[in-house]
């Protein structure tokens, strides 16, 4: 029996809600008191003498054993875009990080909560049959606590209580603004990295679109001109400003090139977003970096800044900075730890064009255009048709690791029905891109797991389950291949037409 089913096979249905406030309860409590504390995970060096003892290695590569049998209870017909893979891109970006930072002492135990962070999703999914996202999807954090909580439990006297508060605390607050500690924000760092960039992109197609609905059409709106909806609420409707909110919305990653990469990830949404836009709506989705203001009039703001004192016409609950106030606005803000500097200029760009429309970097502008430029200028419009968009995009979400239901592959072929000719071509365009982009980043996390699977330690075996779980071993990938093959043979069948039978 699974640690999942030992954990909710004695909890009736009726009774998840009493037994998820009860977590909250107990879980806020160790929030309260970490976000209070010092980080002391290094300043303790009691707790750096505990790691390096070898027994004590010996003893985290048992603990990864255990971790990683609860990883492989993910079902392969589990929540889209919160699957293995996420959880295994996630881990290679903790590794790439570790890499990075060339990080040597107890910090490294952060690649646990890192796998672990959405293994509460296992016990949302089993009472409530499916599983949250946006602002609504924080209750998974709290499972993930207690589910950690429990597998860690046989190692209670033999592993530091600082250090497993450490991790359990990583994981409640992961999809919290910023952690209070080292820990928290390491794995913060490497789950946000999956909510920009084309792997993000995969996911909300996945997820949001494939199980949640969201439609794929794009049409003239101005109230996305300026505000973009909070993903998770009720005017969360359409896919293409869900993506765009992530990419203009992440808060600051930890670590030295934490800044770098983001900037990087966000340069691949907004091409993918110019690629796949028709290009009449480029203002409507691009409007703060196009600066096309003729529309609106702006107040002399010489003085005072004031709530009378509003851009006219302009439906938004947050407007653009003037460069003066903005430069005293930014003089004032404290940088945080490892964030790229940049230089405000004379006609430096406001940080919020509207609400929810943070600006995107000048250079991550550029780089975009050149991304999307470059892609286009090799692309061959000849490989278009209805059907390869089609293929395409569930190729691009069905990817390593993922398992799309019928379901879910029969909505977002329907999805695609509903849109233009012309909108089919620009989404073949912008896909055609982010899977070329996709397989190089597999590709790279790949490698990143395999050098790390070479040490004989806890993390090289935390680095062979990885890739057991969510990359195709050579032995598996044929029967993959045909699952594929019988599923997609299925779905033609029951979405074609015949006269006289009814496949549905």
């Known amino acids: 029996m699974s640690l999942v089913d030992k954990i909710t096979d004695h909890i009736s249905s009726d009774a998840y809600e009493e037994f998820l406030a009860s977590i909250k309860t107990e879980a806020d409590a160790l929030v309260s008191n970490m976000d209070s504390a010092e980080d002391n995970l290094l300043s303790d060096e009691s707790l750096n003498e505990w790691f390096s003892k070898p027994e004590n290695q010996r003893l985290l590569t048992r603990l990864v054993q255990d971790v990683s049998k609860v990883i492989k209870d993910y079902s392969d017909y589990g929540c889209p875009g919160h699957d293995k893979r996420h959880l295994v891109k996630d881990l290679a970006a903790a590794y790439d990080f570790l890499q990075e930072e060339q990080i040597d002492d107890v910090r490294q135990m952060f690649l646990i909560p890192s796998l672990l962070?959405?293994?509460?999703?296992?016990?949302?999914?089993?009472?409530?049959?499916?599983?949250?996202?946006?602002?609504?999807?924080?209750?998974?954090?709290?499972?993930?606590?207690?589910?950690?909580?429990?597998?860690?439990?046989?190692?209670?006297?033999?592993?530091?209580?600082?250090?497993?508060?450490?991790?359990?605390?990583?994981?409640?607050?992961?999809?919290?603004?910023?952690?209070?500690?080292?820990?928290?924000?390491?794995?913060?760092r490497a789950d946000r990295e999956q909510l920009v960039g084309v792997?993000?992109?995969?996911?909300?197609?996945?997820?949001?679109?494939?199980q949640n609905s969201l439609f794929i059409n794009q049409t003239k709106n101005d109230d996305v001109k300026w505000d973009l909806p909070l993903p998770g609420t009720d005017d969360d409707t359409h896919l293409f400003p869900h993506i765009e909110f992530y990419m203009r919305n992440l808060f600051p990653?930890?670590?030295?090139?934490?800044?770098?990469?983001?900037?990087?990830?966000?340069?691949?949404t907004a091409?993918?977003?110019?690629?796949?836009?028709?290009?009449?709506?480029?203002?409507?989705?691009?409007?703060?970096?196009?600066?096309?203001?003729?529309?609106?009039?702006?107040?002399?703001?010489?003085?005072?800044?004031?709530?009378?004192?509003?851009?006219?016409?302009?439906?938004?609950?947050?407007?653009?900075?003037?460069?003066r106030l903005y430069r005293i606005v930014t003089s004032l803000r404290q940088p945080l730890p490892n964030e790229m500097n940049t230089n405000h200029q004379e006609n430096a760009t406001p940080q919020s064009f509207g609400k929810f429309k943070g600006i995107l970097a000048p250079e991550t502008w550029e780089q975009a255009k050149i991304l999307a430029n470059q892609y286009k200028s090799r692309y061959d419009p000849s490989t278009y048709s209805d059907a390869n968009v089609k293929m395409l995009l569930l190729e691009f979400i069905g990817s390593k690791g993922t398992y799309l239901s019928n379901d879910i592959r029969r909505n977002i072929i329907s999805q695609i029905d509903t849109i233009s000719d012309y909108e089919k071509r620009m989404l073949h365009l912008g896909l055609s891109f982010s899977r070329?982009?996709?397989?190089?980043?597999?590709?790279?996390?790949?490698?990143?797991?395999?050098?790390?699977?070479?040490?004989?330690?806890?993390?090289?075996?935390?680095?062979?389950s990885a890739l057991d779980i969510g990359f195709d071993s050579p032995n598996i990938k044929w029967a993959v291949r045909m699952r594929h093959k019988l599923d997609d043979a299925i779905l033609r069948l029951r979405t074609a037409s015949f006269p006289s039978l009814n496949l549905r």
């Open 199 to 210: 792997e993000a992109i995969a996911r909300m197609f996945a997820f949001d679109t494939g």
């Open 117 to 188: 962070h959405d293994a509460g999703r296992l016990i949302e999914e089993k009472f409530t049959g499916t599983s949250k996202g946006g602002v609504i999807g924080k209750d998974h954090a709290y499972l993930s606590y207690f589910l950690t909580k429990n597998l860690l439990e046989p190692y209670a006297k033999r592993i530091p209580q600082k250090i497993v508060d450490h991790m359990l605390y990583a994981l409640i607050v992961h999809q919290k603004g910023t952690g209070k500690t080292f820990m928290a924000q390491a794995v913060q």
């Open 253 to 268: 990653n930890i670590g030295s090139k934490g800044s770098e990469r983001a900037e990087q990830l966000k340069a691949e």
């Open 271 to 323: 091409a993918f977003l110019l690629l796949s836009t028709p290009e009449d709506l480029h203002i409507q989705t691009f409007a703060p970096e196009m600066q096309e203001y003729e529309d609106i009039k702006f107040p002399d703001l010489s003085d005072v800044y004031h709530e009378k004192a509003k851009p006219q016409e302009q439906k938004t609950s947050r407007f653009p900075l003037l460069s």
């Open 436 to 464: 070329d982009l996709q397989k190089t980043h597999d590709l790279k996390d790949q490698a990143i797991l395999e050098k790390f699977a070479q040490t004989r330690d806890w993390k090289g075996q935390l680095a062979k």
